[in-house]
């Protein structure tokens, strides 16, 4: 394992290593793991490192290690998916449809409600921000910048503007999710970025304080990109139904 590979230490490399192929589901629930000692041999690291990285993965519900039992794969259930590495790695892995509307259901609930309390809260600077992402996104319309950076800017400002700590660290759950899920609604609409007019019409209510106008903005926004992908399971089982 290469020790300066996007700048992860060995632990750190041995957990999105063997995370990258949990998810993908090289191991299956129940299934045993290599022993740590099998690990270090595989992977050319001390015990010292394999055994965090195994604490690691533990604590984000991937694996149990017992002893007598040894390392195994945990039921999906009890993965942290509010985790951004478990998140970021069953999304490489398979970013199903119906995960995807189980996030945006997600979402949908956060959102409206933190718009509403930006809103309420009023914080100048905060709001600035929420601004400066949407002026991004204006400019990626015309080819300037990345348009899904400037669009998840947005969403994260929002969620700072909150001033809600709780809300505030949802931010990195909620950005990977969005690199998936944006892309996708996206591709569907048959554009490259999202509607400007639309995050224009929600900063304008979060800007002037109106919380109902802000809460109803972002629950439209999310319906939208909800219903995207309602419509692609629709489509999806009808076909299914055909060959059947």
């Not at 230490?9 to 129940?30: C, D, F, K, M, W």
């Amino acid at each position: 394992m290469d020790r300066h590979h996007s700048g992860r230490n060995l632990t750190q490399q041995l957990v999105h290593t063997l995370g990258e192929t949990i998810a993908s589901g090289r191991y299956q629930p129940g299934d045993g793991l290599p022993s740590e000692a099998s690990l270090c041999e595989e992977y050319g690291i001390s015990r010292s490192a394999t055994r965090e990285a195994i604490k690691m993965l533990t604590a984000k519900g991937l694996i149990s290690s017992r002893p007598r039992q040894g390392i195994r794969v945990q039921s999906r259930a009890r993965w942290n998916l509010f985790d951004p590495d478990v998140l970021d790695w069953i999304l490489r892995a398979s970013p199903s449809l119906e995960m995807l509307r189980e996030f945006m259901q997600l979402r949908k609930a956060i959102e409206k409600e933190a718009a509403a309390l930006a809103a309420a809260e009023q914080d100048r600077d905060r709001i600035a921000g929420i601004e400066d992402a949407l002026s991004r996104m204006k400019a990626a319309e015309g080819g300037l910048g990345d348009a899904v950076e400037a669009d998840i800017a947005f969403h994260i400002n929002i969620l700072n503007a909150t001033n809600n700590p709780f809300y505030i660290q949802l931010g990195s759950f909620i950005e990977t999710a969005l690199r998936v899920s944006i892309r996708f609604t996206n591709r569907i609409k048959g554009v490259e970025s999202a509607s400007y007019a639309n995050h224009k019409q929600l900063y304008d209510a979060i800007e002037r304080g109106d919380v109902a106008a802000a809460s109803s903005a972002s629950a439209a926004m999310q319906s939208e990109a909800l219903e995207l992908i309602e419509s692609q399971l629709g489509t999806r089982q009808s076909v299914a139904k055909a060959v059947v």
